[in-house]
């Protein structure tokens, strides 16, 4: 494929709900273009952009890919996205390489969740929004109850372009708006054929593109309200302007697997969707930290970011990037600007799926890919040193799924941390950490289903077979009451004994841990045991006596004892200080504490009382309500982290996918006495 300019380029992020049609959508462009030379089908599992295995067996999108076609000496980067709620890291991904968002919609289902969800994104990040209403060969689809409800959701701004003409339950002739002209497909190939009668419809449809265009500009909003009819040239300039500006979000019609439509598309990307270069510059910051604008610039210093890693064991790490200034070739010279080392650019490659073809270069406002960069990982830019910048990186949502991960066989462990961590690499919507105490290895996504696909890529690809279970929790355990007891360690075994006598007072205080003193008169306890002591005292806190969880909020204060010139040593004191510590718990009124998470849940305001009643329910407590954005509420709680563990999937059932959460460790409190029960119930049982 040759080299563009960034005039002739256009970046398009496929987007929107699961099933309705994207990567059906990026296949028949391809196939329409002759980048391919046969049409995959999704559920045959042979399509260009769902190649990863895991992809193939679900027929469904869980990464993001990157296909490119050449239509009208323009080159246009598809990035096709997943629309599974899991696997929203990859419309992170894509929208980040994107200066337009093709939202694809099903005709059938309508204005769904991911369609929202999509809309949202690329109107955060500014991007171009096109509307395709997918699946219109379908009987059950319904394009015109479709675009109704796009334009009642997202406003005047949805303007139609190509809409169908429906007869017998069959959408074969397609009307553009702006040429007036009707085309039909049921031949295979689109043939003009005479105006269908759409009745009232066909001048709805020319009212909203009138409408639409009107809020180009003052002065054709001025025109529209007069009621003047519109010229062709003012509809034209007018959509042109509205599209480059946002305030247009032109609507296609058709059906990806009949390839009824596509050419429209095409003609209206490459028409209307913003170049690169229309775009201008991006917003980054310099080594100084001082906000600077990156222009889109072939001939510039080289500068461009990392927005995707795929991580294999065989082939090796890619890292897929976006150049925004300069060229990316062979030996550019470049530094990564998070790590500050020189990074080393081997061959550069245009991706189409899983296929690699190389390049000479990747110029300003192109997508490409290089291997084996070993320090650099998603987010990252890459530039010339001789003019550093620091270009936006790739806002993944956090993870808020968390399962417990334990190898099938004893022993690899080590395996199992070594292939997450490269999964994390190729998709860092994933985390995990070891729990010292719970002995756990604890793997956090965005669902069951995130989750499900990382157990599957780590036997696949790392031959390490894992199971997954709930997370323990770190429960503390502390007392109410304070104590003064005697641990007294004596041993004769011939020769040198043992001897160690202390007095310690236990009580509880607001420490976080352990809070040691001494308050010895005369001597009864030499200073020199003093340390050994409180180690001993440190050791046991480890165990509590209730369930064996980390006490806290302990005070010691050792205030009297006895020693005996030979047999005392640093051990006996030690020894006599834990069994203090055993004596003492069980009389100082010890109790269960367990953790407590501050919830911050942003719901649909119709889902609010069914947020609250959830939160009752898991033992949590309401601390008030306050306006989000878009007509969402904020929720603020404090729960149970034990009742949290599967709350992601309560909130994506009860607001359809619309709802978030955060969710952060406050503090420790009394547990109540039938869950502290259990507890110490369950921990006698592994003991």
């Known amino acids: 494929m040759k080299n563009y300019s960034a005039e002739h380029i256009r970046n398009i992020v496929l987007a929107g709900h699961s099933g309705a049609g994207k990567t059906s959508v990026a296949e028949a462009m391809l196939y329409m273009t002759k980048a391919t030379d046969r049409f995959g089908k999704v559920n045959e599992g042979n399509t260009v952009c769902d190649f990863d295995p895991e992809e193939i067996k679900r027929k469904a999108s869980i990464l993001t890919a990157v296909a490119p076609i050449e239509y009208k000496d323009t080159k246009i980067n598809l990035i096709d996205t997943p629309g599974l709620f899991d696997f929203e890291g990859g419309v992170s991904e894509g929208m980040r390489a994107a200066e337009t968002a093709l939202i694809v919609v099903s005709g059938k289902d309508g204005v769904c969740v991911g369609t929202e969800k999509a809309y949202k994104s ?30 009642e ?113 095409l003609k209206g990307i490459v028409w209307l969707a913003p170049s690169p270069a229309d775009k201008g510059s991006e917003k980054a910051t310099d080594a100084n930290g001082n906000e600077v604008e990156v222009k889109v610039d072939e001939n510039g210093a080289a500068a461009c970011v990392v927005f995707k890693t795929v991580a294999d064991p065989f082939v ?73 910048v620091i270009l936006k990186g790739v806002n993944y949502p956090a993870p808020s799924f968390s399962m417990a991960i334990a190898p099938v066989n004893k022993g690899e462990e080590d395996k199992v941390a070594q292939g997450l961590t490269r999964l994390a690499e190729e998709d860092p919507s994933i985390s995990f950490y070891s729990n010292t105490e719970t002995k756990q290895m604890i793997l956090s996504g965005l669902g069951e289903q995130h989750l499900d696909v990382v157990v599957s890529k780590l036997k696949s690809k790392f031959g390490t077979g894992v199971t997954l279970d709930t ?4 429960y503390r355990e502390t007392i109410r009451k304070k104590v003064q007891v005697q641990g007294r360690h004596k041993k004769q075994s011939g020769g040198h004994g043992q001897f160690g006598d202390v007095w310690i007072e236990f009580e509880p205080c607001d420490c976080e841990g352990l809070e040691f003193a001494e308050r010895v008169v005369g001597g009864s306890v030499p200073k020199g045991f003093f340390p050994a002591v409180e180690k001993g005292l440190r050791e046991s806190i480890l165990k509590g006596p209730l369930a064996g969880y980390p006490m806290v909020g302990l005070k010691a204060t050792l205030y009297d004892g006895s020693y005996h010139p030979v047999d005392s040593s640093e051990m006996s004191f030690k020894m006599a200080a834990s069994i203090a510590y055993k004596n003492g718990m069980p009389m100082a009124n010890p109790t269960l504490l367990e953790p407590i998470g501050t919830l911050r849940a942003t719901v649909p305001d119709a889902n609010m009382g069914d947020v609250m009643g959830e939160v009752n329910k898991r033992r949590g407590r309401v601390l008030g309500m306050n306006p989000g954005e878009d007509g969402m509420q904020v929720v603020e709680a404090e729960v149970p982290m034990a009742e949290m563990h599967d709350f992601t999937t309560f909130i994506r059932q009860t607001t359809q996918g619309r709802g978030t959460f955060t969710f952060e460790f406050t503090r420790y409190e009394d547990a109540p006495a039938m869950v502290a029960q259990k507890v110490i119930e369950e921990s006698k049982v592994e003991q």
């Open 316 to 388: 090796g790490k890619l890292s897929y990037f976006k150049v925004i200034r300069g060229k990316i070739a062979v030996d550019t010279p470049l530094v990564n600007m998070r790590t500050g080392a020189a990074e080393r650019i081997g061959k550069v490659m245009i991706i189409k799926g899983k296929k690699q073809e190389e390049a000479k270069y990747i110029g300003a406002g192109d997508i490409g890919c290089v291997a084996k960069l070993q320090a650099t990982v998603t987010g990252d830019t890459l530039c010339n040193p001789s003019d550093k």
């Open 471 to 474: 997370p323990k929790v770190a």
């Open 153 to 265: 959701r997202f406003g005047t701004g949805v303007c139609p372009l190509v809409v169908p003409y429906v007869a017998d339950g069959k959408a074969d002739i397609y009307i553009n708006l702006l040429e007036n002209k009707a085309y039909e497909f049921s031949t295979g190939e689109a043939k003009e054929t005479a105006m269908p009668d759409l009745g009232d419809r066909l001048e709805e449809m020319r009212a909203a593109l009138n409408e639409s265009v009107a809020e180009a500009s003052e002065e054709l909003m001025e025109k529209f309200f007069e009621g003047e009819e519109f010229t062709e040239e003012e509809v034209i300039s007018g959509l042109r302007q509205g599209v480059k500006d946002g305030s247009i979000y032109p609507v296609f019609s058709g059906d990806a697997l009949s390839i009824y439509g596509i050419g429209q598309l």
């Open 122 to 151: 690329a109107t955060k990040l500014g991007l171009t929004k096109m509307f395709y209403i997918n699946g219109l060969c379908d009987e059950s689809a319904r394009f015109y109850d479709t675009f109704d409800a796009l334009k």
